[in-house]
């Protein structure tokens, strides 16, 4: 059973247009952990989301908690092909150290 | 900073065959893990430590056996390995084992079990 969700899995776009992705599970989260992951390495940290309702911005990327806590979703406006990678929503279940990755979208923007 | 350091980067095995994978931390980190990742899976937990001598399972833990007799170190060890076992392995380490700590990634080693 996968904890958490994420859509869709593959994302085509060409370069300045708009996305959202989801990530989404029926367990309310303490926490949530946006990764981005290039070819060839490991992920990278984007963003802690904490607060139901939160909204965080980085650059061209806006991060969004669900009120309820069970559900996120990123934003990336005016996509560049360096936004291209693998984005990984990540929380911890019901035991410490126990930390869940969804399966990941897999973002694509060109030129 | 070396950060988190994993060897080797490749590796081909054949299976039945026994390895260890080698990680290293140098942030004095109490929680590191193991994860493999396979084409649409994403990342799927191993093992995990929240300190020295402590360890547990993650999601996908037959086949593997760890330990973590250091706060450094946290080898992944393979005792028979089977062509299901082929994938990029990650290790990754933070300051605890909350959701809130953020992951320290290396660089990953890409097993191929023929």
């Known amino acids: 059973t996968q904890l958490l969700e994420q859509s869709p899995q593959f994302l085509s776009i060409q370069e300045g247009e708009n996305l959202t992705v989801y990530c989404n599970s029926s367990?309310?989260?303490?926490?949530l952990q946006w990764y981005r992951q290039e070819p060839g390495e490991g992920p990278v940290l984007l963003v802690t989301v904490v607060t139901g309702g939160e909204v965080k911005k980085l650059k061209r990327l806006t991060f969004q908690f669900g009120d309820a806590r069970k559900d996120s979703s990123l934003h990336i406006t005016a996509a560049q092909p360096g936004d291209t990678g693998l984005y990984l929503c990540?929380?911890?279940?019901?035991?410490?150290?126990?930390?869940?990755f969804g399966r990941g979208t897999q973002l694509t923007v060109w030129p | 900073n070396a950060g988190v350091t994993q060897t080797p980067k490749f590796q081909v095995l054949k299976t039945g065959q026994s390895m260890t994978l080698q990680c290293a931390q140098d942030m004095n980190h109490e929680y590191m893990s193991w994860y493999r990742q396979d084409p649409g899976m994403g990342l799927r937990l191993i093992h995990y430590s929240v300190g020295a001598g402590i360890t547990d399972q993650g999601e996908v833990p037959n086949g593997y056996n760890v330990s973590r007799s250091t706060t450094e170190d946290f080898p992944l060890r393979l005792l028979s390995a089977a062509p299901s076992q082929t994938s990029v392995y990650f290790c990754?380490?933070?300051?605890?084992?909350?959701?809130?700590?953020?992951?320290?990634f290396g660089a990953g080693s890409r097993l191929t079990v023929l």
């Open positions: 990754a380490s933070s300051r605890g084992g909350s959701g809130a700590n953020v992951l320290t």
């Open positions: 990540r929380s911890r279940g019901s035991t410490l150290g126990r930390l869940y």
């Open positions: 367990s309310v989260f303490s926490s």
